[in-house]
């Protein structure tokens, strides 16, 4: 087993947080599988350019990190990671996402900016009910579901660089906790101002920083 690793290993014991950044990884040797430890909470492998399949891991995992990689694919085992908090595979070569993402009931942040899930987001992400935080940045995606109105809980929704005409109304009026869109990059940004929406989205921000101004007041006292 590399040096390197073995000592990412070691130092994961206690922590449970296994950091494989930057190994140049073409696989994660079976070996590697073997030695996690038995509560991984953390499984980071972001920065290894030759890594292109990934393999089921433990169940109790809350934090998968894959970014910068060459993965096509996502591994249809994420019912297996029921704990998952946090997704980032931003930087990969991603044309899909598996069915059983949405079996993640505790996801709050996911991050797939730099990948090829265009033209159109992809069904699964509309049936994260937890997912406070959404980045699909420079996707090719050219539409947005309305039925993205199912992330309820969404409140950041990143969809740079695209090719974005328009953001749905339904999204900027329906969803509840929504107060930030990032549209820069795409055709809508030139748009916003005869566009329909960003007016609920502008008062539902601003009412936020109010009260967020209000708490910080009040907790400094």
């Known amino acids: 087993m590399d040096a390197a690793v073995k000592a990412a290993l070691v130092a994961s014991r206690g922590t449970g947080i296994v950091s494989l950044v930057g190994l140049d990884l073409p696989v994660i040797p079976g070996r590697v599988r073997a030695h996690l430890p038995r509560r991984l909470t953390v499984l980071s492998l972001a920065h290894n350019p030759?890594?292109?399949?990934?393999?089921?891991?433990?169940?109790?995992?809350?934090?998968?990190?894959?970014?910068?990689?060459?993965?096509?694919?996502?591994?249809?085992?994420?019912?297996?990671?029921?704990?998952?908090?946090?997704?980032?595979?931003?930087?990969?070569?991603?044309?899909?996402?598996?069915?059983?993402?949405?079996?993640?009931?505790?996801?709050?942040?996911?991050?797939?900016?730099?990948?090829?899930?265009?033209?159109?987001?992809?069904?699964?992400?509309?049936?994260?009910?937890?997912?406070?935080?959404?980045?699909?940045?420079?996707?090719?995606?050219?539409?947005?579901?309305?039925?993205?109105?199912?992330?309820?809980?969404?409140?950041v929704l990143d969809v740079a660089d695209n090719d974005l005409p328009a953001v749905p109304p339904v999204l900027l009026r329906c969803c509840p906790r929504l107060v930030s869109v990032d549209v820069a990059g795409n055709p809508a940004a030139e748009r916003i101002h005869l566009s329909e929406g960003w007016e609920w989205l502008a008062e539902r921000a601003a009412a936020v920083a109010q009260r967020t101004a209000l708490y910080r007041l009040e907790g400094g006292d």
């Not at 249809?76 to 993640?104: D, K």
């Open 50 to 155: 030759r890594l292109e399949v990934l393999a089921e891991d433990d169940p109790v995992l809350r934090a998968l990190e894959v970014a910068d990689n060459r993965l096509c694919a996502l591994p249809n085992v994420f019912a297996a990671f029921p704990y998952l908090e946090a997704l980032t595979a931003a930087g990969n070569a991603l044309t899909e996402l598996p069915q059983s993402l949405a079996t993640c009931g505790r996801l709050v942040t996911v991050d797939l900016s730099r990948n090829a899930l265009g033209p159109a987001l992809p069904a699964v992400l509309c049936d994260l009910p937890s997912v406070v935080t959404l980045r699909v940045a420079a996707n090719g995606l050219t539409s947005l579901p309305e039925a993205l109105v199912g992330a309820a809980a969404l409140e």
